[in-house]
């Protein structure tokens, strides 16, 4: 026998939270499926300094933990589990755990999120939040005045090097090879910064650090020429890897449309995705902004569809 909700939500982040907290204060049935990491990318951030309300800013997990319990208090259940198989074909909407539970509902709000692609060397994982992180605008500015590098060659990556040419004494980009994929504007605007600098037919061999009170803190990079295999260690203060986004979206791909890179396609400036009753959040169908407060901004949008959405179609 299924469990059947008013409301599933599918991913736990700010718009998943924030969505969750609209609807169970409207007075829905609603269940937040956690996830295989409860809280999304927040979980693996440091200080928060750019979520208005937390003047003195917020380490990412706490304020998850804050934002979860917001949306309990109005009576979402959060359910630690994910999520791994849909059925979107009729009403009302059916979901599957790991285990093969079913659960149903009559709207379904998707904020499953995008994770950043990761370089996968073991150093990286010791240094993360300590001096390498997949975001600029969310971790640049506590690199006023230092040293930093930028792992990538699309538009993200010379968008994020631009961006903390603002706050960094000197940004180096470092691609694996002598073309950008980034945009011909964008390749024109790095290569005109002064304060930029390359590190071509280049990867990162190594992350290398410190222990400062007690915590690894990153203090160089170990780069490899992938040409001529030789390696050379810099200084380095910070290094954001921007080497693109994978979204979550492989459990809904045979019922959503989804972009050329797989983001959910939402109607206009709505929630609203091509299956009525299935809403998504959040950075899920977001490669713009990609900040916390707009998933959230997002997840009360899809909240308030959801709910508007079922006074229509009881
Ligand atoms: P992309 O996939 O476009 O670029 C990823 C970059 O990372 C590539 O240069 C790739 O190298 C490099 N890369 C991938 N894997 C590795 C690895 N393991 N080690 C080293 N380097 C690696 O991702 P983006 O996030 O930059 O962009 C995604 C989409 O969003 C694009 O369509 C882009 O145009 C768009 N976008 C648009 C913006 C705008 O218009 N303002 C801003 C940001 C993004 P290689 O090239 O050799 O494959």
């Known amino acids: 026998m299924a469990e059947h909700h008013n409301i599933i939500v599918i991913g736990s982040g700010p718009g998943g ?6 609807t169970s204060r409207a007075n829905l049935d609603t269940v937040i499926f956690e996830g295989m990491q409860p809280g999304g990318q927040l979980m693996i951030t440091t200080e928060v300094e750019n979520f208005p309300g937390f003047l003195d800013g917020v380490q990412g997990p706490e304020m998850m933990d804050i934002l979860r319990k917001q949306a309990q208090k109005f009576g979402a259940k959060s359910i630690y589990e994910s999520i791994v198989k849909v059925d979107f074909s009729a009403r009302p909407f059916k979901v599957w755990n790991g285990s093969d539970k079913e659960y149903t509902a009559d709207a379904v709000i998707i904020s499953t999120g995008a994770t950043a692609k990761l370089l996968n060397i073991p150093s990286e994982q010791k240094y993360w939040g300590r001096g390498i992180s997949a975001c600029a605008t969310c971790d640049g500015f506590f690199y006023r005045g230092k040293e930093v590098y930028v792992v990538g060659g699309g538009d993200t990556a010379l968008e994020e090097a631009n961006y903390l040419t603002n ?13 950008f994929r980034a945009s011909k504007i964008m390749v024109d605007k790095v290569k005109s910064n002064p304060k930029i600098k390359f590190a071509l037919d280049s ?13 690894p803190s990153l203090n160089g990079i170990r780069l490899k020429n992938v040409k001529t295999g030789e390696l050379r260690d810099v200084h380095a203060d910070g290094c954001f890897i921007a080497i693109g986004h994978r979204p979550n979206t ?7 449309t989804l972009d050329a890179e797989g983001y959910i396609v939402t109607a206009g400036k709505s929630t609203y995705t091509n299956i009525p009753g299935i809403f998504a959040c959040g950075d ?7 900040q916390a407060i707009a998933a959230a901004g997002s997840g009360c949008a899809a909240g308030i569809d959801a709910e508007r959405w079922l006074m229509e179609n009881k």
Do not use: K, P
């Not at 939270?17 to 609209?22: E, F, I, L, P």
């Not at 990867?203 to 915590?215: K, R, S």
């Not at 492989?250 to 959503?256: M, P, R």
């Open 203 to 215: 990867v990162v061999d190594e992350f290398l650090g410190e222990t400062v009170n007690g915590f």
């Open 17 to 22: 939270c924030t969505a969750g907290m609209y």
């Open 284 to 290: 899920v169908q977001d490669h713009v902004y990609r």
């Open 167 to 179: 706050m960094a004494s000197s940004v180096t980009i470092i691609h694996r090879r002598q073309e």
């Open 250 to 256: 492989s459990v809904f791909a045979d019922y959503l």
